[in-house]
């Protein structure tokens, strides 16, 4: 069987590391935040060519405290994307304010900027834009808009360290940004956690209360804050795997880049990547009519496979109620019906990767997609 990921592949790689990185956070007690999560800050935020990077429990908890720190909460509201995973708009709700879902460009199904425009009211604070699969959204256009209509512009970056557009990094392409370091993303913890990156002194600020009971000094609470914190272990183990993560990324690409040949030559509509982006590939899919039907007869043939995301948020049963819809999200629709993820991870062997593409090919091929 050939997995989607493997964690397991990747921790035996670099086992030693990480074994001695948890033992040191075991022994000097440093079990949250401390000097392992300040070192890790430093370097991620370097790694993504911003000022500040305050490391949080989750992707999740990241957008949250952005979204806090740019004003957002009850009464206003906050565009973002349907083609996500549901912590995106989750993390809208968490604050009180509700998400604004516009549909995505077909090509890359992240947020169309020519739609923005329509979906802004004078309650709209922030325009959350998702880097879907690894490759980022269109950022100087979204930029653009936020300038004019005075707008925080946040990345939900979880799925794209070390993802550029057009040399400039993840993490420096809005006002704040957010990662996760959920295992299976392209930088994860053994654990969950999060960091947002910013480039501003005051949200910075902000965010560091907010993740640890709003205070300023001890029992000093000037905000309602959150039990937000990073762990000691991640951040030790997060500071080892970022060392691997360009490795990484470049092995993910490489792999890409392999698939796109030999499926794009026997017609299968592969990931579309704009001239001048980096992609890193948290997921590689491919778009195909009878997407379940093929993924079905892979799994057959010792093939897993995934789906980024089968349902859009829009019309999950606990939020379809809660967010606002601009337009029909036709595209969202498409990009949930056909895309499927192949296998991909560093630690894929070539030969892996050669049988996937052989099986897809045979597949399509005997029922054409
Ligand atoms: C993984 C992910 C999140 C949530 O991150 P967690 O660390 O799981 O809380 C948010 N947005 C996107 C796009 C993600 O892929």
């Given at each position: 069987?050939?997995?989607?990921?493997?964690l397991?592949?990747?921790?035996?790689?670099i086992?030693?590391?990480i074994?001695?990185?948890?033992?040191k956070?075991?022994?000097?007690t440093?079990y949250?935040?401390?000097e392992?999560?300040?070192?890790?800050e430093?370097?991620?935020a370097?790694?993504?060519?911003?000022r500040y990077?305050?490391?949080?429990?989750?992707?999740?908890?990241?957008?949250?405290?952005?979204?806090?720190?740019?004003?957002?909460?009850?009464?206003?509201e906050?565009?973002?994307?349907?083609?996500?995973?549901v912590?995106?708009?989750a993390?809208?709700l968490?604050?009180?304010?509700?998400?604004?879902?516009?549909?995505?460009?077909?090509?890359?199904?992240?947020?169309?900027?020519?739609l923005?425009?329509?979906?802004?009211?004078?309650?709209?604070?922030?325009?959350?834009p998702?880097?879907l699969?690894?490759q980022?959204?269109?950022?100087?256009?979204?930029r653009?808009?936020?300038?004019?209509?005075d707008?925080?512009?946040?990345?939900?970056?979880?799925q794209?360290?070390?993802a550029?557009?057009h040399?400039?990094?993840a993490?420096?392409?809005g006002?704040?940004?957010?990662f996760?370091?959920y295992?299976?993303?392209?930088?994860?913890?053994?654990?969950?956690a999060?960091?947002?990156?910013?480039?501003?002194?005051?949200?910075?600020?902000?965010?560091?209360?907010?993740?640890?009971w709003?205070?300023?000094?001890?029992?000093n609470?000037?905000?309602?804050?959150?039990?937000?914190?990073?762990?000691?272990?991640?951040?030790?183990?997060?500071?080892v795997?970022?060392?691997?993560l360009?490795a990484?990324?470049?092995?993910r690409?490489r792999?890409?880049?392999?698939?796109?040949?030999r499926?794009?030559?026997?017609?299968?509509?592969?990931?579309?990547?704009?001239?001048?982006?980096?992609?890193v590939y948290?997921?590689?899919?491919?778009?195909?009519?009878?997407?379940?039907?093929?993924?079905?007869?892979l799994?057959?043939?010792?093939?897993?496979?995934?789906?980024?995301?089968?349902?859009?948020?829009?019309?999950?049963?606990?939020?379809?109620?809660l967010?606002?819809?601009?337009?029909?999200?036709?595209e969202?629709?498409?990009?949930?019906?056909q895309?499927?993820?192949?296998?991909?991870?560093p630690?894929?062997?070539?030969?892996?990767?050669d049988?996937?593409?052989?099986?897809?090919?045979?597949?399509?091929?005997?029922?054409?997609?």
């Amino acid at each position: 069987m050939i997995p989607l990921i493997d964690l397991a592949a990747q921790y035996h790689s670099i086992k030693d590391e990480i074994d001695r990185a948890v033992l040191k956070v075991l022994e000097s007690t440093q079990y949250t935040l401390g000097e392992e999560v300040a070192a890790f800050e430093s370097e991620f935020a370097a790694y993504c060519g911003a000022r500040y990077a305050i490391g949080v429990n989750s992707g999740t908890s990241a957008v949250h405290l952005a979204l806090l720190a740019a004003g957002v909460g009850p009464g206003t509201e906050v565009i973002t994307v349907s083609m996500t995973f549901v912590a995106t708009v989750a993390a809208v709700l968490y604050t009180g304010a509700t998400p604004v879902l516009v549909d995505v460009d077909p090509r890359t199904g992240a947020m169309d900027p020519a739609l923005v425009e329509r979906a802004i009211t004078p309650r709209t604070r922030a325009i959350l834009p998702v880097h879907l699969h690894g490759q980022t959204a269109e950022m100087d256009a979204l930029r653009a808009i936020a300038r004019v209509y005075d707008l925080v512009l946040i990345e939900d970056a979880a799925q794209a360290q070390g993802a550029e557009y057009h040399g400039t990094r993840a993490g420096s392409l809005g006002d704040m940004a957010c990662f996760s370091f959920y295992p299976s993303k392209n930088l994860g913890a053994c654990g969950e956690a999060g960091a947002v990156v910013t480039d501003d002194a005051t949200f910075a600020a902000k965010i560091r209360m907010l993740r640890d009971w709003g205070q300023e000094g001890r029992y000093n609470h000037v905000l309602p804050g959150y039990n937000y914190r990073m762990e000691g272990i991640q951040g030790a183990v997060l500071r080892v795997k970022l060392r691997q993560l360009e490795a990484w990324n470049e092995a993910r690409r490489r792999h890409a880049a392999h698939y796109d040949s030999r499926l794009a030559a026997a017609g299968i509509r592969v990931p579309e990547v704009d001239p001048g982006l980096r992609h890193v590939y948290y997921v590689y899919a491919v778009r195909l009519d009878d997407r379940d039907g093929v993924r079905e007869r892979l799994l057959r043939a010792g093939i897993a496979t995934g789906v980024h995301y089968p349902v859009p948020v829009h019309r999950q049963p606990a939020y379809a109620k809660l967010v606002r819809v601009v337009g029909d999200l036709t595209e969202t629709d498409n990009f949930a019906a056909q895309t499927l993820s192949l296998p991909l991870y560093p630690e894929l062997s070539d030969e892996q990767r050669d049988r996937v593409c052989d099986a897809l090919l045979k597949t399509c091929a005997s029922q054409p997609a």
